[in-house]
Every structure is written in structure tokens, then in C-alpha cells.
């Protein structure tokens, strides 16, 4: 895997953060690349949609 490092605002840190906190997912690394897989997934539909 390559590493890709990103500025976000600390309140979406904190947010994630709290998911880490709960046991959501197991590192900060996760939530993103979960949030990641999504939003691509999610654009690919929209865009095969209007195709």
C-alpha cells in the first residue's frame, strides 16, 4: 500500500477520532480508507447512471 498523507479540518479528526474511540474501526487509516472505497464506489454509480 502507498501512504498518501492529508490535511483535514480537526473537526472531522475529532469525528473519526470518536469512531476509533468506540471501536468502529481500529485506526484512523481505516475510516478513511472505508470513507475512501465509499465515496469512490458511490461516484462510479452516479456517474454509470448518467451514461
Known amino acids: 500500500m502507498k501512504v498518501v498523507q492529508v490535511r483535514m479540518p480537526e473537526k ?3 469525528e473519526i477520532d ?3 474511540k468506540r471501536k468502529v474501526y481500529s ?3 481505516d ?3 472505508e470513507a ?3 465515496f469512490i464506489s458511490s461516484s462510479y454509480v452516479r456517474n454509470f447512471k448518467r451514461s
Open 27 to 29: 485506526t484512523r487509516s
Open 18 to 20: 470518536k469512531l476509533v
Open 31 to 33: 475510516v478513511i480508507r
Open 36 to 38: 475512501t472505497r465509499k
Open 12 to 14: 472531522v479528526i475529532e
